[in-house]
């Protein structure tokens, strides 16, 4: 076989297993929707995740949220600097945090710490049989392992992106009160004047997306898991790696319709 026929067969395999992937994902999703009405009998195990989810990432999320508004009033003000005022340096840091930079920054990071971590969860019990053993018992996992932790995180991330959202707006207002000279009348009266609740609506939107699928492929690549704790670390680096190209791809696509 030739060269050119090695790399159109490849690329057919490629194809192939990135469609089978697509439908798998679609199936899990089906799976999923369709057992959330049993949540009732198992909201404790959905309080569990949403205090894992939610809970537990909440300092880290403050810690990126607070550099982030930090460093976005220093990068607006060089950006700003013979061009602009700085009476609208306010509005642009915050119409960038409450559309943009909390809930993709967020979301990133909820990639990292809670779809890996479902990945990793998961990929384990897979290799060590205990989903198996779920099912013998005649419990789906998919009730069981799946919708409490969908549901955790598509409730928890919009939490998480009001909380990243006020700790960027203090940060910002602490480097442009206290380094840049702006006081704190004109720093808010320019985020007032310029506030839309679309803004802030549009961001929380786009987290409960973002909430979703992290979770989703986090359950999805730990359900797929093989080939013992070398299978696990693989699972978890692809489940990281997933979710935060899919935040992106979903940022993009949202903001082109909703803005």
């Not at 395999?13 to 994902?25: I, K, L, P």
């Not at 607006?76 to 340096?89: C, D």
């Not at 998919?142 to 959202?165: D, K």
Request: hydrophobic share 55%; proline share 3%.
């Amino acid at each position: 076989m030739t060269i050119l026929g090695k790399g159109i067969a490849r690329l057919g395999r490629s194809t192939q297993r990135f469609f089978a992937d697509v439908g798998a994902f679609a199936s899990l999703a089906g799976q999923t929707v369709s057992h959330v009405r049993s949540i009732p009998r198992d909201r404790q195990l959905l309080f569990d995740q949403m205090s894992h989810i939610g809970t537990d990432s909440l300092p880290l999320v403050l810690i990126i949220g607070l550099f982030t508004g930090m460093v976005s009033a220093w990068q607006a003000a060089y950006q700003f600097k013979g061009l602009i005022p700085y009476s609208f340096l306010g509005a642009a840091v915050s119409r960038a945090i409450f559309i943009e930079l909390g809930p993709v920054l967020t979301a990133i990071v909820i990639a990292g710490r809670v779809g890996a971590s479902i990945a990793a969860e998961l990929g384990t019990m897979k290799v060590t049989e205990q989903i198996d053993a779920l099912e013998s018992l005649a419990i789906s996992p998919v009730r069981y392992l799946a919708v409490p932790r969908l549901l955790g995180a598509t409730l928890m991330m919009p939490v998480l992106v009001i909380c990243a959202n006020a700790i960027a707006l203090l940060g910002a207002f602490l480097v442009s009160n206290f380094f840049l000279g702006i006081s704190t009348k004109m720093f808010f009266d320019s985020v007032q004047r310029f506030f839309h609740v679309k803004d802030v609506l549009g961001g929380l939107f786009k987290a409960l997306f973002f909430g979703s699928f992290t979770a989703l492929i986090g359950v999805k690549v730990g359900f797929a898991t093989t080939g013992g704790a070398e299978g696990v670390g693989n699972a978890t680096i692809r489940a990281f790696v997933l979710s935060s190209t899919l935040v992106l791809i979903l940022d993009y696509t949202l903001w082109t319709v909703l803005f």
